[in-house]
């Protein structure tokens, strides 16, 4: 019971999922076939590289930031999963990444983007995305709580 408080909803929603796939009779169907897609990811990132790209930049998320609270967000939880969809590939492939503040929406919610780097080249990374913080200059969010 004390370990469980020490997690919000969401995080315990992920842990139990991890838990249920990696248990017995899912080890198969999901973890190797999951190391087989990693692999083939990674692998797409190193060519990228390879060909002289020293970072590349994507949204953060396919959308805006939603509102604190947002009551339709917190009744489902896939539309939390597919927030994660641009940042998934760069930690199955082991890559450093950085979010870094970009504007506003129509709005006033924050944009993001991410800056993915070399393995190891991380000072590349902290300079690009200073470059781009700096160019995105000073804005304050809209009170979206």
């Known amino acids: 019971k004390t370990r469980a408080a020490g997690f919000g909803k969401?995080?315990?929603r992920r842990i139990m999922i991890g838990t249920y796939v990696l248990s017995a009779g899912y080890y198969d169907a999901y973890y190797l076939k999951?190391?087989?897609?990693?692999?083939l990811i990674k692998r797409d990132f190193e060519l990228a590289f390879e060909a002289g790209v020293d970072a590349i930049l994507t949204p953060i998320t396919p959308s805006s930031?939603?509102?604190i609270g947002d009551k339709e967000l917190a009744a489902d939880p896939v539309k939390m999963y597919q927030q994660?969809?641009?940042?998934?590939?760069?930690n199955m492939a082991g890559l450093p990444g950085i979010s870094v503040p970009a504007g506003l929406d129509a709005k006033g919610l924050?944009?993001?983007l991410q800056v993915i780097g070399k393995p190891f080249e991380e000072e590349t990374l902290f300079?690009?995305?200073h470059v781009i913080e700096?160019?995105?200059g000073k804005f304050t969010p809209a009170k979206w709580w």
């Open 10 to 12: 969401e995080v315990q």
């Open 34 to 39: 999951a190391q087989k897609v990693r692999t």
């Open 65 to 67: 930031a939603f509102a």
């Open 84 to 90: 994660d969809v641009f940042s998934i590939t760069l």
């Open 110 to 112: 924050p944009l993001g």
């Open 127 to 129: 300079k690009t995305a």
């Open 134 to 136: 700096q160019a995105a």
